[in-house]
């Protein structure tokens, strides 16, 4: 899938696990008591820059308990993570072929919410929480990713 637009699709990697992993599960969290889901989390994008791959390192998807990680039409990259209960958005964009960390968004166990880019920390409101999430999302849907088994890639 071309993430950018550049003309180059990108090398996306994924793995079967346990969406979110185990803590999404836990009971300190929830006082659900939920089957364990599992599904297809990318873990990993390259990309052909002067016609070398290249890893996209910057980017953290799968990493730290994420329970859902997407690309959006609008080329940006998303990774929820923690539980949806208490999320933490981490938004990531493509720029000549490389993925950049652009914001996260946190919502925090004590009803307070955080705005986080290279900047720095800023806390808001729910209200501008959800505001900035619409406003970095701009209308985009996530797109569907055909998986295929890394033995057919190319077939």
Same mark, same amino acid.
Not at 16 to 30: E, H
Not at 73 to 84: L, V
């Given at each position: 899938?071309?993430?950018?637009?550049? $003309?180059?699709?990108? =090398?996306? /990697?994924?793995?079967? %696990? @346990?969406?979110?992993?185990? *803590?999404?599960?836990?009971?300190?969290?929830?006082? %659900?008591? =939920?089957?364990?889901?599992? $599904? #297809? #989390?990318?873990? *990993?994008?390259?990309?052909?820059?002067?016609?070398?791959?290249?890893?996209?390192?910057? +980017?953290?998807? !799968?990493?730290? $308990?994420? &329970?859902?990680?997407?690309? =959006? !039409?609008?080329?940006? #990259?998303?990774?929820?993570?923690?539980?949806?209960? /208490?999320? =933490?958005?981490?938004?990531?964009?493509?720029?000549?072929?490389?993925? %950049?960390? @652009?914001?996260?968004?946190?919502? &925090?166990? *004590?009803?307070? /919410?955080? &705005? !986080?880019?290279?900047?720095?920390?800023?806390?808001? !409101?729910?209200?501008? /929480?959800?505001?900035? +999430?619409?406003?970095?999302? %701009? $209308?985009?849907?996530?797109?569907? +990713?055909?998986?295929?088994?890394?033995?057919?890639?190319?077939?």
């Amino acid at each position: 899938y071309d993430i950018d637009g550049d $003309g180059s699709e990108e =090398l996306i /990697f994924g793995q079967l %696990d @346990v969406l979110g992993g185990t *803590d999404i599960y836990d009971v300190r969290y929830t006082t %659900d008591e =939920l089957p364990m889901v599992y $599904g #297809m #989390m990318i873990v *990993d994008v390259y990309s052909i820059i002067d016609g070398k791959p290249f890893r996209q390192d910057k +980017i953290n998807l !799968s990493g730290g $308990g994420a &329970y859902e990680t997407q690309i =959006l !039409s609008n080329g940006i #990259m998303k990774s929820c993570r923690d539980t949806p209960y /208490f999320p =933490l958005y981490s938004y990531y964009k493509f720029t000549d072929g490389v993925g %950049d960390y @652009v914001a996260a968004l946190i919502m &925090y166990r *004590d009803g307070t /919410f955080v &705005y !986080s880019d290279k900047n720095g920390d800023e806390y808001i !409101s729910q209200e501008e /929480f959800n505001r900035r +999430i619409a406003e970095i999302e %701009d $209308g985009a849907h996530p797109i569907e +990713i055909k998986w295929k088994r890394l033995q057919d890639y190319g077939k």
